[in-house]
């Protein structure tokens, strides 16, 4: 496996000042670029761009030409069945395009991993430039993404700016621009990444400006007491046990029940077949003896 490597970056504010260089966070930047990814992304990105719509037809769709030209024989020329043949001016056309699709579907992990390659490669040239915010772009101001541009030293390269969501303001402003594009920094592919020459990145979007933020909460929350665990989901599990057991109990009471009546119902229809097979045997003693009188 290749070797991780730290990256760094340029930031800039959202008015154009430089600060301090940026370290990349290594879940994204790790310096590896896959190029057989990459070329597989790219070549089914423009795969799918296709509308494939074109479409001929043969012989047997174009209109016309049922009748033959003319009779077969006696007239000194070649047989001829149909206009419509493909060697005649208006015939159809043989092995033509027809409509279909040039779809092409990659796994999710490799077009991730494409991405990441992309934006790997460009860290590595040093094409990887932060801004710290676009929160200033209150209303579409073109004249402000140029000197933000012309101040980060990219003005006449084609920009990819990868914005923390989607901003309108941003792509109304360079929308103008031939080689700006402007895209939400989760909608990127590895086709737009290697299309631009520069990559600028909003720092909320990419985290890399808070690095710093989260590493001093970090420290003052060691230095900090521990808060106390509250015990209230401890109460809730307590609940839903007692909960469960009262449930289980109360089936295991009705199904002692149902047992208590079905013993109960077999036993009085025992007696009652006992009783009516006793008064068949009597009555049946008492015709015999009144037949032996007689």
Not at 42 to 49: E, F, H, R
Not at 191 to 200: G, R
Not at 221 to 247: F, I, L, N, T
Request: hydrophobic content about 35%; glycine content about 8%; proline content about 4%.
């Amino acid at each position: 496996m290749a070797e991780t490597m730290t990256l760094e970056a340029a930031s800039y504010s959202e008015k154009g000042k430089a600060g301090s260089r940026v370290t990349l966070p290594a879940e994204q930047f790790d310096g590896i670029v896959n190029m057989p990814v990459m070329h597989q992304a790219v070549k089914a990105y423009l795969a799918n761009q296709r509308q494939g719509t074109a479409s001929t037809k043969t012989r047997g769709l174009v209109i016309g030409g049922n009748a033959k030209p003319w009779k077969q024989k006696g007239t000194g020329r070649a047989r001829q069945g149909s206009t419509r043949a493909p060697h005649w001016v208006g015939g159809g056309t043989v092995f033509g395009p027809t409509p279909r699709k040039y779809t092409q579907v990659i796994p999710r992990k490799i077009r991730a991993l494409a991405r990441k390659s992309a934006l790997n490669a460009r860290a590595r040239e040093g094409m990887v430039i932060i801004i710290e915010s676009f929160a200033g772009f209150d209303k579409p101001s073109t004249r402000e993404m140029l000197s933000l541009l012309d101040s980060a030293g990219v003005a006449g390269r084609k920009v990819l700016i990868l914005t923390d969501g989607v901003k309108p303001n941003v792509y109304l402003s360079a929308r103008n621009l031939e080689r700006a594009h402007v895209l939400p920094y989760s909608d990127a592919s590895t086709y737009h990444v290697l299309w631009s020459d520069v990559v600028l990145i909003e720092g909320t979007a990419l985290g890399a400006m808070d690095a710093a933020a989260e590493d001093s909460d970090s420290t003052e929350a060691g230095s900090s007491k521990p808060k106390a665990v509250s015990s209230k989901p401890k109460a809730k599990k307590e609940k839903k046990e007692k909960s469960v057991k009262a449930v289980k109990a109360a089936k295991k009471s009705a199904a002692k029940e149902k047992k208590k009546t079905a013993r109960k119902t077999a036993g009085k229809s025992g007696a009652k077949k006992t009783t009516a097979s006793a008064k068949k045997k009597t009555t049946a003693k008492k015709t015999a003896a009144k037949k032996k009188g007689k």
